[in-house]
Every structure is written in structure tokens, then in C-alpha cells.
């Protein structure tokens, strides 16, 4: 979609005139909000100058350092000089490891008129307290205008430590700039993990050197359009393992997401061989084909799977590789195979469910064979409640994310139960694919997608207000951004902000701490930097009283 500069100037009126309807402070642009935040009164403030000094202990390459650095010349248009460990003077920005500080991601803040101090005992901490900075200076508009900050004392952590988005290039491709792209919007609200879903019925995206074919035929399911996306396209493993170093660099965490026993058009359309026997004529078209699945009763199955996961462990640092587990159409597949029905037999099941037992006991072996930890996805004996048990046993050491809607309580009372991690996507309040207003643009391949609210979003209690000891288990947050609707960043980055604002803050900030009318005031000045920095975010203009 390409909006005219009319409607642009429109838009950006829109935000301006709604930040400026709100008194701009140093807290006003605050986003997700700190834990805990102290106002310093009747001291002079910090300035920047041409004598400002950097006193770190960092070493000298640290990414750190550098974005201290942009954010000084992209916010009040003045470097800071390279002091060292040892510097002083009047004006001394001090960004310090202090091993002291408990929590990688616990990084504290305080400014005064001679020193403006960020301490953290990790890199990662002193990361999001730059972040902090960003925004107090982001949202402090007239003190920034004259390089001023005003005194003021964070002290700030996370309510949880994974805190995630997730991108859907198995849908429609999304080139390697794209993603880095949206690697450096998330990284401004403290998200610390990006679930890339990988392979999917629609496409194989990532590149196995055992198995050329997988994205030969796999990541080409339209000839007539380039190789580049939206349809065509996958990842070289050096790409993979640049664009990890690059969201390392930002303190993000990328997760792989491998689909399987469903999902698995794109990989049978390579291995017809490796799907049931009652599928073996069945044409498999990415893209239009679904509702097949792996065959659980075929050794080369968990061989090919071995030698993908293999490589996929040694490309992904994350201890984590995500093994999907959703929407298995057991009825139509397993079923109906001869060979998993002597399989059954064999094992004694009575029901072909079970079989996801047998079949994933051979694939977490790979995982653990190569040093990584399982997730799939939560599902349980009924797709909508009632439901009373998982649908197969999940091992204990498998975390688990809950994701369809009206069944997040039941997953949060099992999983604490049988002793699994749990991740926090539930569709009602997490999936960023989901319109955001009724009639909301017109969109490319909707099928009927419920409408999730900014203020729904932003209602959002990954807790769900259970007691301390009933929510331990309980990991963090994932918003999530399937692929079917989405064919360019441009609808991605749409469909993320503001809701991925409000996810952020649903993430990091305790729910004493949490206001939706304090949220909305700081999310203007966040929007319009947003827009300032070329994202393509939606408006909520229903959100503002009409006079």
C-alpha cells in the first residue's frame, strides 16, 4: 500500500498534535516502563558539551559504545570523547560493568549535573539502560533541544526474561535486510528473542547442505515471480549466521522454528517418499497443498530430520530450537496409513494420537544428540475447551507455548502440573497477524481472523492474575506474526506497532506498574520516532476521544 504525502502530513499531524495534547518530561516516551523510577527535584541538569567524557571499562569494540554514541549524535547532535577507564571531569557519561548488580538484564541509571551513570553487570544490561536513555532524551524535548537531561534515578529489570517476537518468512519470504531491519525496531523495547518460523507447508527457507533439495524445490513455489520474495527465497547458512551475530549485537536471541509433523508440504514436495502411503499420489503444490504430515512409521524420516538438525544446531546458537507440533491432522494422515497403523499395533496404542509420542521421542533424541533444548507448541485432547490433558506426553524437559485461544488457562494449569516450562502467545492477546479494527485495510488472504485491539493487547497479564506459585513456570511473552496475510516487511511492521508496544510493556513491566492511559500518552513520541525512521506503523486514531 503507498500513501500519498497528504495523507502522510495527515498522519503525522495526527501523532503530533496527540504528543503535544500530553506535557513532555523525561518520562513521557518511557517504553516498556521502568520498574522503578525516582524523580530528582531541585538539582541542575546534566549537560552534553564538546568536553563531555566517556568513562567505561568496556572494551573498545563493544557494540555498546558505539550506540552510546549514536544516540548522542542522533539526539542532541553531539559526540562524547573516549575517556577510558579512568576519566573524569564535569561532564562524564559512565557506562560500567558492575558484577555486583544482580540480573544480566537489571541495569541502573542515574543522572546528575556533573555524571549521567549506567551500570548492569552484563553488556545486555547496559543495552536497555542506552535504551532508557533514548527515550528519556526521545520524549524530554525541550531539555534535548538544548542538550540538557534532567536528574532523574532508574532502577529497572524485567518481569520476565524471554520476551519475543516471531516472523513467518515460511509464508512469504522476508529478505535478509528486512529482518534486520525489524531486528532493530524490536530491539528499542527490550525484546531479547526472534522466533523465525522457517518451514512451513508454503516453504523451506533455510539452507541444508545434507539435503540441496529442501530449498531447490522448497523455497521456489512461484516461477513467476524473483528469488527474492514473496514467494521465493530461502537462507544461506552464512546469511543465518550473519544476521545471529547482528541481533546478538542487540542483545536478541534468534530462535529456529522447523514445523513438523504437519506443516510439511514444502519438505514433501522434495521427499514425497516421506509422507503416509495413502499420500503417495497426492500432488504436493506449496502453497495450495495442506494438511499432510510426516509419516511417524519411516526411518528415513528421523535420518533426514537428524541431518537437518544437525546443521540447524550448528548454524543457531539459541539453546533452543522451536519443533512446531501444532495442527497435526492426525485423522487424515496417520490415520489412514498402513504403516502407522502397524505401528499401533506394534505399540500397543489405542489411539493414533499417541504416535506423536513414538515420533517425537526420535526427534528430541536429535535435539539433545546436538546440545539443544525442544519447544513446540502446546495442544491439548480438544482444540477449544472442554479440554483435560495434553494431547501426548510431553517430555519435562520441552517447553511448551500456549497459542489457541480459550485454552491458555488450562495449558498454564499442565504445564505447571507435569513440570514443563510455559511461553505466554495466547491468540486472544499475542497474535499480531490478527486485525486490529473491523474492516481494518483490506487484506491479502484473511480468513476470517478475529480482531485483536491495541487496548485488548495491552490488557494482556501473562500471569493471569494466578498467585506467585501458580505462575513460576511461567518463562515470558511471544507475540506472534504469521506469514499468510503478510507479503512485505512494510505489512509486517504495520501489524507490530503499536500492538508490539504494548506486548513490550506486557513483557518487561510488573503489573503494579502498568496504566493503559499512562501507556497511550507514551506511546505518541515512540510512534512518531517510528515513523521518523521510515517503519510503516498503523495509527490508532479510535483510540483518541472525538470532540
Sequence with gaps: MILSTKKLKLISLFLLTATLSFGQSNTSALLPLPNHIEQVTGKKNFTVTPQTVVKTNLPKQAFCLFELQRILRDRVGQSAIMGGFQASGNSVIELWTEPAIKGEEHYMIEISESKLSIKGSTQKALFYGLKT??????????????????????????????????????????????????????????????????????????EIKAHPGLTEIGAFRNPKTGPNGPDNGFYTQEQLKELVRYAADRNIEIIPELDIPGHTVAVLATYPELGCTHTDTIQKEMGKTVDLMLCANNEKVYSVYDDIIKEIAAIFPSSKIHLG?????????????????????????????????????????????????????????????????????????????????????KCIELTAKHGNS????????????????KGDLPEFNNWGMPVTTLETCYQFDPGYGLPAAQQAHILGISGTLWGEAMKDINRITYMTYPRGLALAEAGWTQMEHRSWDSFKERMYPNLMNLMKLGVFVRVPFEIVPRR
Design 422 to 437: 510455559l511461553i505466554m502467545a495466547p491468540g486472544e492477546y499475542a497474535y499480531l497477524d490478527y486485525p486490529q479494527l
Design 133 to 206: 536513555l533514548d527515550q528519556i532524551l526521545l520524549g524530554d524535548v525541550c531539555n534535548t533541544a538544548n542538550k540538557q537531561i534532567a536528574p532523574i534515578r532508574i532502577d529497572d529489570e524485567p518481569r520476565y526474561g524471554y520476551r519475543a517476537l516471531m516472523l513467518d518468512p515460511a509464508r512469504h519470504f522476508l529478505p535478509l535486510e528486512d529482518v534486520k531491519f525489524y531486528i532493530d525496531q524490536m530491539a528499542k523495547y527490550k525484546y531479547n528473542i526472534l522466533q523465525l518460523h522457517l518451514t512451513d507447508d508454503q516453504g523451506w527457507r533455510v
Design 325 to 409: 507440533g501444532d495442527e497435526a491432522v492426525i485423522e487424515k494422515n496417520w490415520t489412514k496409513c498402513d504403516h502407522c497403523q502397524s505401528l499401533m499395533k506394534q505399540l500397543g496404542y489405542t489411539k493414533e494420537s499417541q504416535l506423536m509420542n513414538y515420533f517425537f521421542d526420535k526427534i528430541l533424541a536429535s535435539v539433545r544428540k546436538y546440545g539443544k533444548e525442544p519447544m513446540l507448541w502446546c495442544e491439548l485432547d480438544n482444540i477449544r475447551m472442554p479440554a483435560n490433558e495434553y494431547l501426548f506426553d510431553y517430555p519435562k524437559d520441552v517447553t511448551l507455548v500456549t497459542w489457541r485461544a480459550g485454552l491458555t488457562p
